[in-house]
């Protein structure tokens, strides 16, 4: 037995002498590197794919082959003879070119390490694998130096579709594309919240991570080459095209409960004060360690299709993720995290019908149902205590549907112009249900759960694209051009009559909100208030079905004046059934000052047409502030309510973006610096709240969409990487980081009050929409079965003003400058650290436990109450505290 095991061991070890480590570099015969190049040892299962600057390291054995595999270039056979083995590709005659996708140019030659716009490109499954983040917002926050995100709580719809932005602006100033095609944007607009008051957005977490290759983001204004929405960048979703592999993780994590701060006694979960989770009142259930339980389970599998390159790619996931709650003042006993239960089904595939033609189809469904708490009510009129004695705090539920389906013809011509024709439908859902709750006006005989209605958007684009590269023409010129017809439909439908109607003592729906025949509570003395508390339900009134169109043609040239010197232009024209045409731009250029170092740079205009959600959105609802609860009603921008305040009809807003930077790559070390300029004029905002009494229309004030306000952003995004290969050992570590820093430079309130229309506290929400400053670091190493990381993510400082800004002067000593000052909520910088340990078990299978926000940190504790009614605002890493998973990812 013992001869047996020194066989085994002397066999191992000189297997393992007989394996070498072999780097190079794989180029086209242009001398641009070929970033995802497919690299096998020939007759086994090993293998890598090059970086983002062609190249590779891989541990063969000796005298073993190599093959190097790309889409659209002739599959190479390398002997391996020695270091460096550096090929050069060349492209498949007759062959379609199924490129990289590179956001932010038309050039299916171009490379993002010669790109003369920053563009960041994450693999999706490098990151996953070794992160404890279950969704895209999430993950992207870490990861991309200007994107921010946050968990919202006590904001309505907001606390179950994420804003995000790029650069500090609003959700909707950035695109977003999936295989380069345009994806439709939530219905949802955000009313509450910490960042992207009065926007609509793109919901990114409806895309299942598991589905993504990778994610392309282009920090540069684009609307000259893709349209509205690109002021801020462009985020790019490249869809899974495998074949031949079933890959997918399970995971579990949840978070620490124990919030850092000091509490008075009996706050709201906090020890002994926990509010039950599946209690309608203020009931309060068990201490618990941890919350937030989270399982995710996701799988991918691709087939083959044909002999030339086709694929069906797959995916399915599912998402089940409990409620969070943490501390929060007595009318916010659940403040917290809403839960989330999702499923997810995204498919991607490729047909090859002949040598230079594929119909290609993407898209998918995905379904949650979330669950998150509204404001408590303690006593008075909103509560009816034969039903919940001493006080409710209501749920808002929604069930969310989003919906996507792309097709598309790509051809070649014998010319080589190559043509795309494709159309895109998508759609959300946004549907609303109001549990534990009561309609105060029907008193005892209220019911406790209502359908409250809901929003939807549809989006159908119809694209047509040509280009062609000119190799003969200096160092090569591309040309593109096309057009694009676009129709979208936004709807609000009205929930169940008890969800919005008040009633008379009789039982009766009144049809006058101002009637003072609503039944009165014998505490207050005040009416009992109509419709489902927490979230009141749409009515007959503020049903909406609005629909708009617009066309657009664009062409983008870039010429390549030599080897070193870059140019390109893009021109856009766009006409919109509602408001008119606009006429955009844009110049960039690269410039090759060495092998190792470019310096690039653009100027553009843009703009962003007024969301339909922005135009028609109607809703009344109740507010809570320092003064306590009253009525509000949100006011379509075609309203005769908006136009007697004098408020004017919306139109888009303008954008100016320069940028310039330089790239640097020496050896093992790669830099990134790109400093930007964003001018924007009549950016949409919401105003205040405007006394509404004189109205008598039931309601205490109203708010409306404005262009209200001018912005100057400066900024600089910064990324260094480091990576290196020691034998069987890789280390690496990044640096990225992003500087922002956003100016109001005009109010446009016209003859309207200052404060009222656009005043401090508003702003400081606009300004805040991004820390001043994050950077992150990411160390990472593997060896063969292990790897490890560790992240360090800095948020700097961040200031808002909280509810104390619509206190009385008087109580500051008549001053408006010391009011100001002591309602602002300083929140310190925080730095947050995330570890993840990688454990191979066999060939298919890999285990990892980690952990996001290791040591539990929290933004600050504020002493008055903020925004969502806790003691944090949604800032910085947000107030779920540590979040500690394992993950066991598997690959046949």
Known sequence: MKKIYLFILLLSVSTLLAQKNISGVVKDPSGNSLPGVNIIEKGTNTGVATDFDGKFTIKVKEGSTLIFSYIGYKTVEKLVSGSPLNVIMTSEEGEILDDIVIVGSRNSKRTVVNSAVPIDIINVK????????????ELLQYVAPSFNANKQSGSD????????????????????LINGKRRHQSSLINLFGTRGRGNTGTDLNAIPATSIKRIEILRDGAAAQYGSDAIAGVVNIVLNDNVDEFTGSVTYGAYNTNAKGDFPTGTANTDGFRLDKNGNGNSFGKDQSFDGGSVKVGANYGVAIGEKGGFANFTA???????????GFDFRKGFGEASILGFNLFGNLSIPVSDK?????????????????????????????????????????????????????RTETSSGWKIDFSNTFGKNLFHYYVKGTINASLEQASPTEFDAGGHSLSQNTTNFDLSKNFDTVLDGLNIAFGSEFRTEQFTIFAGDEGSYATYDTNGRVISDPSSQSAPIDPISGEARPGGSQGFPGYSPLNEVNKSRSNISLYTDVELDITKALLVSGAVRFENYSDFGSTLNG??????????????RGSVSTGFRAPSLAQIYYNLRFTNFSSGGASEVLLSPNNSPVTKGFGIQKLNEEKAVNASLGFTANFGDFTATVDGYLINVNDRIVLTGYFDATALNIGVDSAQFFVNGVDTKTTGLDLVFAWKKTFDDQTVSATLVGNINNMKISNVNNGTLDKEIFFGEREKAFLLASAPDNKFALNLNYTKKWFNAGLAFTRFSEVRLIDYQ??????????????????????YSPKVV????????????SKLSFGANNLFNIYPDQQDDWVEGGGYWDAVQMGFGGAYYYARLGFNF
Do not use: M, W
């Open 317 to 327: 996931e599912y998402l089940n993720k409990n409620k969070t709650l943490r501390p």
């Open 805 to 826: 800004a619509a206190e009385d002067e008087a109580d500051y000593g008549g001053s408006f400058a010391n009011k100001i000052k002591a309602a602002t909520d300083i």
């Open 833 to 844: 650290t995330d570890i993840t340990l990688g454990f191979k078990l066999c060939k298919s």
């Open 586 to 599: 844009k110049l960039a250029t690269r410039i090759k000052a060495s092998n190792n170092f470019n310096i």
């Open 357 to 409: 033609t594929e119909i290609y189809a993407f898209g998918g469904k995905n379904y949650r149902d979330t669950d998150a708490y509204a404001f408590t009510r303690n006593d008075g009129e909103r509560v009816v205590e034969s039903i919940y004695p001493g006080g409710f705090t209501p749920r808002i539920t929604s069930n969310i549907l989003d919906n996507s389906f792309a097709a598309g013809i």
């Open 126 to 137: 490098d990151v996953t694998t070794q992160s404890g983040k279950l969704e895209i917002n």
């Open 157 to 176: 719809g907001s606390d179950h579709v994420d804003p995000a932005s790029l650069r500090g602006l609003g959700p909707d100033q950035t695109l977003v």
